[in-house]
């Protein structure tokens, strides 16, 4: 084994957790005011950073998430804004050889001055901008970013441009593109220091990066490699330590290291005897180690830096086969079936969104049995917390650049911000192991194709505008990603959209044919691709979102305030069209919203129970969407206050590892279970027929000796001929055993169904913090809501309920506040009091 003389790496007992190093950081988060440019006049001086000029608005103006002051509040974007700071730098800082001012993200045009020195422009809201004021800076500091308004910068670039771009002037500004409107978003174009700022100070050099990259994993051993990235190169003898969970782990140098003054980078090699793997949360458990490098240069611990990193493999497994072309994941080599959503960012407002928001919304991915978020395109790259958590959590990242449904432009200019905005988000996000897939767009080749954007073009803008396209996600992109990541790349999701006979075989798909083209929801079991990444349907939110909305305080969904948070120009129609279908339609606004959430679920359940039913042929569902960036009317299933819908209940059932599904094909009900554990399920099955007052009508058992479902697949484990019973499916319902697993189905429309009337008792003693309520009907009850007047979580809700058969859920209550529970079913559709 050889050293160089000029790199010795050293395994000490001893921790270097009791030195502090030498690099200093100073953070710029308080003591801002926030101008008006135009009349220099003040809107606070109270300002934190991170922080957007809307929300430090609110003080002054109606809330832009409450009736429709959305409308009133787009001058905000049109004024030019000033943030300014007096900070003090002590001496320390300010003796050392090198000081830098870094701002994490500036949203997005801004110049910056520091003690009269303009020292910066910035144009790209996803970058990360250092800038070196060692000449500029003194013991008291004055620092102003001007903030100036994309639009008119829009618009001179679009006026530059020799052609018009389809889907409007967003796409010349490197910023969230959902902040310009969305079909479920409102235009509320922030600005601002919307990211940390501070100050960093050293002497010689620092730690600017430091990428753990994985060479080889198997059962015994973990090759890996620690790229760590100097600000400077460095030709002196340095001392590195590497830690590995609590203690000095012994590694085996894999062969010599050198320091050359023509590079920055250096690479520790090492070995993991027997490691630990991380899995996605529903497998296994997503294990981290911690890995502490340290720098020494003549025993000073010059910088140092922890990052948690699991070990896995992954690959995405794209391949022709007998149907077409596979889209799937295989971690740790075992093929996944992907269960989840997509992500959008959380506030319109993002600095009003907290690490107890991250914690609580994983969370509710995680309770509802999800192993994959997709953070979509036209969002933001999510905040680090975001992805420790996934990381710790086990939820797999499909990570998107953010580039959505459109096409963007040419220029050197664009092209190298790109080429910065895709490394430095590279650079900061490689790490986590719970990111499994970087995605260069949102629909953006979909629309090319399908959406008419060529439709009155010359030959020459048509081919010039693919170019641009090509240059970004067919040649960048996929560069960056292969030289910098060992994680899989696909240009554009999805690969074929529903306009696309293709989409059924080939990639993944965006199905939108249930909701934009009104199809029935049983489109989806008929029509079932490779890959779901997009499919959804619209629901009202919670009764407590809807009274936020309304000045009034009342659940009124007819009203022009609320009429403002239904972003779809069809949405009300499309929700009526569909309940009309399938469910009974209320006049009563509570009784109608309660319907809606159920006919979402009703929907979505269809879909996802039919992509699961013929894995391995489809291996993934990704629902649009999870969550909401304000309240209003969505595909979410949960909405902005973090209340779950109906469906957010329902994916939780349909998301478990074994799932018992079923479905009706030429009057035979075919009954299949579904396995997603890594180890074969054994058990005795039971299937019984009840009519509505628990009458049992049909019984069929096998035994455990010969029902058995292997690990990783669906099998059709029973079937029955329904001609034979001589029965009215609108007066039975289905209930399922296999193993530890219980399901109940009913079998027709539900506004078909001949649902008796029930008495429903509800016992609800408190324990501690929380509520057991424990419900008994004399009749089987359908769809079954339990809600109270003050606000909290229930564990359970929105389900089925067998007569005479008691069931308890948990209700954990936001307050100390005393609350009456009510409750609403299908089959009365009426609200009672439960005392």
């Not at 199905?511 to 619209?538: I, L, T």
């Amino acid at each position: 084994m050889k050293y160089s003389w000029l790199l010795i790496i050293v395994i000490s007992l001893v921790s270097c957790n009791d030195k502090q190093p030498h690099v200093k950081r100073q953070y710029l988060n308080h003591n801002w005011s926030l101008l008006k440019e135009a009349d220099n006049s003040l809107v606070s001086d109270s300002v934190s950073i991170p922080s957007t000029v809307h929300k430090e608005l609110l003080p002054l103006i109606e809330h832009p998430f409450q009736g429709n002051n959305e409308d009133s509040l787009q001058w905000i974007t049109e004024e030019n804004w000033i943030y300014k700071t007096i900070f003090k730098v002590n001496k320390e800082i300010l003796a050392k050889e090198h000081i830098t001012l870094n701002f994490e993200g500036i949203d997005t045009y801004a110049s910056i001055e520091l003690n009269g020195h303009k020292i910066l422009d910035t144009d790209n809201a996803f970058l990360n901008w250092q800038i070196d004021v060692k000449p500029f800076i003194e013991k008291e500091n004055e620092l102003y970013v001007t903030i100036k308004s994309p639009l008119e910068i829009e618009l001179q670039k679009a006026a530059a441009n020799p052609y018009q771009l389809p889907e409007g002037n967003r796409v010349y500004t490197r910023k969230a593109q959902f902040q310009y409107g969305w079909d479920w978003g409102p235009n509320l174009n922030t600005m601002g220091v919307w990211k940390p700022v501070y100050l960093e100070a050293y002497n010689d050099f620092k730690i600017k990066d430091i990428y753990l990259k994985q060479n080889s994993l198997n059962d015994s051993i973990a090759n890996l490699s620690a790229q760590v990235t100097l600000s400077k190169p460095v030709s002196s003898p340095l001392t590195y330590s590497l830690k590995i969970n609590d203690s000095i782990y012994p590694y085996k140098i894999t062969d010599s290291l050198t320091v050359a003054t023509k590079t920055d980078t250096q690479e520790l090699h090492f070995e993991i005897q027997n490691p630990k793997k991380w899995w996605p949360h529903n497998l296994g458990e997503p294990y981290l180690y911690e890995v502490e490098i340290s720098i020494f240069k003549d025993e000073d611990l010059i910088d140092q830096k922890t990052i948690n990193k699991g070990l896995r493999t992954v690959e995405l497994v794209n391949e022709q086969d007998k149907y077409g072309t596979s889209f799937y994941f295989k971690v740790n080599d075992v093929p996944v079936y992907a269960k989840g959503a997509n992500y959008i960012p959380q506030n319109s407002m993002q600095d009003l969104v907290t690490d107890d928001h991250y914690e609580k919304l994983l969370n509710d991915a995680v309770d509802a049995n999800m192993n994959m978020l997709r953070v979509w395109g036209g969002g933001i790259y999510e905040s680090n917390v975001f992805y420790e958590k996934c990381d710790e959590k086990g939820i797999m990242v499909w990570q998107d650049f953010m580039f959505a449904c459109a096409m963007y432009p040419s220029g050197d200019s664009f092209r190298e911000s790109v080429k910065k905005e895709v490394t430095q988000q590279l650079t900061r996000l490689r790490d986590h192991s719970s990111i499994v897939l970087w995605c260069g767009n949102n629909e953006s080749r979909e629309g090319w194709h399908r959406w008419g954007w060529q439709e009155g073009r010359s030959q020459q803008e048509r081919d010039s505008m693919w170019e641009d396209y090509r240059n970004i996600f067919q040649i960048d992109m996929p560069k960056y990603v292969a030289e910098m990541t060992k994680e899989p790349y696909w240009e554009s999701s999805p690969q074929y959209g529903r306009g696309n006979p293709k989409y059924e075989f080939h990639g993944d798909a965006h199905d939108w044919r249930v909701w934009h083209d009104a199809y029935p929801f049983e489109h989806f079991e008929e029509h079932v691709p490779r890959f779901m990444s997009e499919f959804g349907f619209q629901a009202h939110p919670s009764f407590e979102t809807i009274r936020y909305i309304n000045s009034s305080g009342e659940v009124d969904i007819k009203s022009k305030e609320y009429a403002t948070h239904q972003k779809h120009a069809r949405g009300d129609e499309l929700i009526q069209t569909y309940m009309e279908r399938d469910f009974p339609v209320s006049e009563n606004d509570e009784d109608y919203v309660y319907v809606s959430q159920l006919v979402q679920a009703y929907g979505m359940s269809k879909g996802i129970q039919a992509h699961r039913r013929v894995r391995p042929y489809n291996m993934g569902t990704l629902y649009w969407q999870l969550n909401d960036c304000w309240p209003a009317v969505s595909w979410s299933s949960i909405d902005y206050f973090g209340n779950w819908k109906a469906l957010h209940y329902q994916v939780k059932r349909d998301f478990e590892n074994v799932l018992i599904s079923n479905m009706i094909e030429n009057d035979t009900l075919k009954t299949y279970v579904v396995n997603d554990n890594l180890e074969s399920e054994v058990g005795d099955f039971k299937i019984e027929i009840k009519d509505f007052s628990g009458k049992s009508l049909f019984v069929d058992t096998i035994d455990s000796s010969i029902c058995s479902v292997n690990a990783g697949s669906s099998e059709l484990i029973h079937e029955l001929s329904l001609n034979h019973l001589n029965l009215d499916l609108n007066k039975i319902y289905v209930s399922y055993q296999f193993g530890n697993h219980k399901s109940i189905k009913t079998l027709t429309r539900p506004k078909d169904l001949k649902l008796p009337k029930a008495e429903i008792k509800i016992k609800s003693p408190k324990r501690n913090d929380f509520y057991e309520i424990t419900i008994v009907s004399n009749v089987f009850v359908k769809d079954l809501f339990v809600f109270s007047s003050i606000d909290g979580h229930f564990s359970d809700n929105f389900f089925d309920l067998e007569p005479n058969t008691e069931k308890s859920i948990l209700f954990y209550p936001k307050s100390e506040e005393h609350g009456v529970l009510q409750i609403k079913c299908l089959n009365d559709m009426v609200s009672m009091s439960v005392k």
